[in-house]
T-cell receptor
Framework: EAGVTQFPSHSVIEKGQTVTLRCDPI?????LYWYRRVMGKEIKFLLH????????ESGMPNNRFLAERTGGTYSTLKVQPAELEDSGVYFC?????????FGPGTRLTVL | QKEVEQDPGPLSVPEGAIVSLNCTYS??????FMWYRQYSRKGPELLMY????GNKEDGRFTAQVDKSSKYISLFIRDSQPSDSATYLC????????????FGKGTLLTVNP
């Protein structure tokens, strides 16, 4: 069974540009999460989808971040416009119960 | 005060050593406790998942939770070079709230 996949694995953009990250959860998992690790800090929660609905978006830093989950399948996280402090590793995770399975992450570098 | 404190190390041990990794937390609402292992350039991988105070064993790994002291531990027996990774503690509240709060992670190197 395929795990959680994320695309791209690495993205380098300039400040002010737009970037869209994609996550494909494990098939059948209703719960999808986005987390982020900024260098030197802990992995922090961004938001939680249950199917296509946002269950908890309390961790989203500001309105430059927009997450969607079309049809309750894959999810995208768009950052527009990107700022230097958005650099970090963005992890997606999915679950059908209590155990979260993480993807390999997307390393975002904003120059 | 951070909700979860974890010594980032780094920790370096010889092969075969017993490794002890620890986290403390301040939020009494945390009910579930996890340990994740993360290899370089990979995502966190769930190792252990515990709920109640006490010990839980899985092969060479033992997770220990002391809710009264707000202290959790992971012990690795007979450590192997393949155990070299970053170990992250994570915890969450009860019910359907699956939002995890992570520690910073401890970088472990097991030397052959």
């Amino acid at each position: 069974e395929a795990g959680v996949t994320q695309f791209p694995s690495h993205s380098v953009i300039e400040k002010g540009q737009t970037v869209t990250l994609r996550c494909d959860p494990i098939s059948g998992h209703d719960n999808l999460y986005w987390y982020r690790r900024v260098m030197g800090k802990e992995i922090k929660f961004l938001l939680h989808f249950v199917k296509e609905s946002k269950q908890d978006e309390s961790g989203m830093p500001n309105n430059r971040f927009l997450a969607e989950r079309t049809g309750g399948t894959y999810s995208t996280l768009k950052v527009q416009p990107a700022e230097l402090e958005d650099s970090g590793v963005y992890f997606c995770a999915s679950s059908q119960g209590t155990s979260l399975f993480f993807g390999p992450g997307t390393r975002l570098t904003v120059l | 005060q951070k909700e979860v404190e974890q010594d980032p190390g780094p920790l370096s041990v010889p092969e075969g050593a017993i490794v002890s990794l620890n986290c403390t937390y301040s939020n009494s609402a945390f009910q579930y406790f996890m340990w994740y292992r993360q290899y370089s350039r990979k995502g966190p991988e769930l190792l252990m998942y515990t709920y109640s105070s006490g010990n839980k064993e899985d092969g060479r790994f033992t997770a220990q939770v002391d809710k009264s002291s707000k202290y959790i531990s992971l012990f690795i027996r007979d450590s192997q070079p393949s155990d070299s990774a970053t170990y992250l503690c994570a915890m969450r509240g009860g019910g359907s709230n699956y939002k995890l709060t992570f520690g910073k992670g401890t970088l472990l190197t097991v030397n052959p």
